[in-house]
């Protein structure tokens, strides 16, 4: 009889090996996930960088949009110096829908966009709001249109100072500080804003608000004290502006197109290409998206957000209005 061989007996499974072989297996199986995410990413930025990748325009009508809180912004005054330079840019449309913002934001817009009237027509179009820094906007343009409702206005500088003294004493806060000068850091948030503080904030603003006045009876043709008599910070319609000498006409970007056709020239049936914002490109959405992420998963405020800080001309509703 023919001895069969034994089988030799199995070995026992060892548990951290078996573990060891099912972390690999699912850790393999992550970096393959991964590979094929950064194929993705891969074509889809390809894919964005033909889409960006757009051919030259031919003449066309430029739109800048101004929406929102304004600052001072060097990507978009670089944009507006660009297109004093660009010979397919038959014309500018100034789409406003703003309150406002930082004086400093709107003189830099206005004084921009008067450099660009040297070069290019430029027709400004209120929609809903076009106030404070964004009036100062409007009226850098050749032409203002609005609608009959639209709210214009709100000639004005504004500095708001909050007086928390008696909510500190009244919780045992008090505060103290070293200043090189009597009014350095001053008006202070822990006492009312009087005496020599209050002047010179009070010359701050009158400053801003006199040249605003200026430019105003200026842009507008108004003699100084009928300019003068619309600046107490009131908002008026479309309408009553209109009447009032503060915008031109009413109307909507239609309008505005067809003035720029009958006044300037232009030629009929022109494409009108949103030059500011940006549009995104690529996966400009996808760090969009992450930063923003980011900032909330920090508490911090929504990416682009504006803190107006100190001196504003801005229409707001609520107390300080």
Do not use: C
């Amino acid at each position: 009889m023919t001895e069969q061989p034994s089988t030799p007996p199995s070995s026992p499974i060892d548990p951290h090996a078996a573990l060891a072989a099912e972390h690999f297996r699912r850790s393999r199986g992550w970096w393959r996930v991964l590979a094929a995410l950064a194929v993705l990413v891969a074509i889809l930025a390809l894919l964005g960088r033909f889409a960006g990748s757009e051919a030259p325009l031919g003449s066309h009508v430029a739109r800048v949009v101004i929406d929102g809180a304004i600052s001072t912004d060097r990507k978009r005054l670089e944009v507006l110096e660009e297109l004093a330079e660009d010979d397919s840019v038959s014309a500018v449309v100034v789409s406003i829908n703003s309150p406002g913002g930082t004086t400093a934001g709107g003189e830099e817009l206005y004084e921009a966009l008067g450099r660009l009237r040297q070069s290019k027509p430029v027709v400004a179009v209120v929609h809903e709001l076009g106030a404070s820094a964004a009036y100062m906007t409007a009226i850098a343009a050749d032409r203002i249109f609005a609608r009959r409702l639209s709210i214009v206005g709100s000639i004005g500088v504004l500095y708001q100072h909050v007086d928390a003294g008696k909510l500190l004493n009244t919780i045992g806060v008090d505060l103290d500080k070293v200043a090189s000068g009597p009014l350095k850091a001053e008006p202070d948030f822990d006492e009312p804003m009087t005496g020599p503080a209050r002047e010179s904030i009070a010359a701050l603003v009158d400053d801003s608000f006199q040249w605003f006045v200026d430019v105003v009876a200026e842009r507008r043709g108004l003699p100084r004290p009928q300019a003068l008599g619309l600046a107490d910070g009131r908002i008026v319609t479309g309408r009553v502006a209109v009447a009032t000498g503060l915008i031109d006409a009413i109307g909507s970007e239609r309008e505005a197109i067809d003035w720029l056709v009958a006044e300037r020239g232009i030629a009929e049936d022109l494409d009108i290409t949103t030059v500011w914002p940006k549009p995104d490109q690529g996966l400009d959405w996808l760090g969009v998206l992450l930063s923003g992420q980011a900032r909330a998963a920090l508490g911090l405020a929504p990416n682009g957000a504006i803190a107006l800080d100190g001196l504003v001309s801005l229409w707001q509703v609520g107390p300080a209005s």
